[in-house]
Nanobody, 127 residues
Framework: QLQLVESGGGLVQPGGSLRLSCAASGFTLDYYAIGWFRQAPGKEREGVSCISSSGGSTNYADSVKGRFTISRDNAKNTVYLQMNSLKPEDTAVYYC????????????????????WGKGTLVTVSS
């Protein structure tokens, strides 16, 4: 069974950090680009970041540039999202998804074309 599982979410104070993980089971991530998306209550899902299968290309939403870093460890079949300087507006359920390539339009990471999705992990930034 092909599955993506996110972990690492939780409650953190503004200015704090979290590292999210996206682990794959049932298939290898080596040939897949991985995107991170988030959805806040009452808002549409938005693309946060995406990394190519080789790790050589990354993309970020303007709202997280300079604060979030996406990386991958294919040996561990895992992709990470390091989130620093967190803000209350980063509060959302974060999802990872896999596709053969990232789809980026006008600087925005698109969810279209993503083939596999995890169930999400909740990140709450609050004092």
């Amino acid at each position: 069974q092909l599955q993506l599982v996110e972990s690492g979410g939780g409650l953190v104070q503004p200015g704090g950090s979290l590292r999210l993980s996206c682990a794959a089971s049932g298939f290898t991530l080596d040939y897949y680009a991985i995107g991170w998306f988030r959805q806040a209550p009452g808002k549409e899902r938005e693309g946060v970041s995406c990394i190519s299968s080789s790790g050589g290309s990354t993309n970020y939403a303007d709202s997280v540039k300079g604060r979030f870093t996406i990386s991958r460890d294919n040996a561990k079949n895992t992709v990470y999202l390091q989130m620093n300087s967190l803000k209350p507006e980063d509060t959302a359920v974060y999802y990872c998804a896999a596709a053969l390539a990232c789809t980026v339009v006008a600087g925005t990471v698109r969810s279209s074309g993503m083939d596999y999705w995890g169930k999400g992990t909740l990140v709450t930034v609050s004092s």
